[in-house]
């Protein structure tokens, strides 16, 4: 399997444009993570999807954030509109089972300019 | 809701030393996993070791250890003999076996090891 699979690696956009990130998760595995990461706060938990369904997006930061998985293989992340503070390394992840662990993308960089 | 927390930012050790890296967590939860994962400067998540918080016997992964005390909600990563190659981002994390069964991640831990 060639693993957890983002798109872009790298995403440098300006002020106020829409930003898509896109992850392909391991095929059978059943979980869905968006993170993101920054010096500041971490790995934190953005949305968390079970059978493609969102199960928690308490971690979205504001309703500028969207995310949907319209199949079991393909999952994004949208933006809009972006901010400069929304720079970082978005990372998608994906499990088979809960009590197994996360296999991580290689994440994408963001950088809003 | 679940938290983690790491309390040591950075840490610094000679190449062949031991270290030990720490984490808390707090849940009400009596079943859940528990994980170490190592971010080198690839960017790449690397999970190192996992425990699940029914099994009473601390992991071991070679030079990879873990102490978990259940009671104090602590789940410590130790490293022997570390190498130039450990030398990288660590993080805890805690997997909930009931309700969203999120995964939550600590801080983190940067660690460099000195040859």
């Known amino acids: 399997d060639a693993g957890v699979i983002q798109s872009p690696r790298h995403e440098v956009t300006e002020m106020g444009q829409e930003v898509t990130l896109r992850c392909k998760p391991i095929?059978?595995?059943?979980?869905l993570f968006w993170y993101r990461q920054t010096m500041m706060r971490g790995l934190e938990l953005l949305i968390y999807?079970?059978?493609?369904?969102?199960?928690?997006d308490s971690g979205m930061p504001e309703d500028r954030f969207s995310a949907k998985m319209p199949n079991a293989s393909f999952s994004t992340l949208k933006i809009q509109p972006s901010e400069p503070r929304d720079s970082a390394v978005y990372f998608c992840?994906?499990?088979?089972?809960?009590?197994?662990?996360?296999?991580f993308g290689q994440g994408t960089r963001l950088t809003v300019v | 809701a679940q938290t983690v927390t790491q309390s040591q930012p950075e840490m610094s050790v000679q190449e062949a030393e031991t270290v030990t890296l720490s984490c808390t967590y707090d849940t009400s939860e009596s079943n859940y996993y528990l994980f170490w994962y190592k971010q080198p400067p690839s960017r790449q998540m690397i999970l190192v070791i996992r425990?699940?918080?029914?099994?009473?016997q601390n992991a071991t992964e070679n030079r990879f250890s873990v102490n978990f005390q259940k009671a104090a909600k602590s789940f410590s990563l130790k490293i022997s003999d570390s190498q130039l190659g450990d030398t990288a981002m660590y993080f805890c994390?805690?997997?909930?076996?009931?309700?969203?069964?999120?995964?939550?991640f600590g801080q983190g831990t940067r660690l460099t090891i000195n040859p």
């Open positions: 994390a805690f997997g909930s076996d009931q309700g969203a069964q999120k995964l939550v």
């Open positions: 095929s059978g595995h059943n979980s």
């Open positions: 992840a994906s499990r088979p089972t809960p009590n197994t662990e996360a296999f």
């Open positions: 999807f079970n059978n493609n369904v969102p199960i928690d």
């Open positions: 425990q699940e918080a029914y099994k009473q």
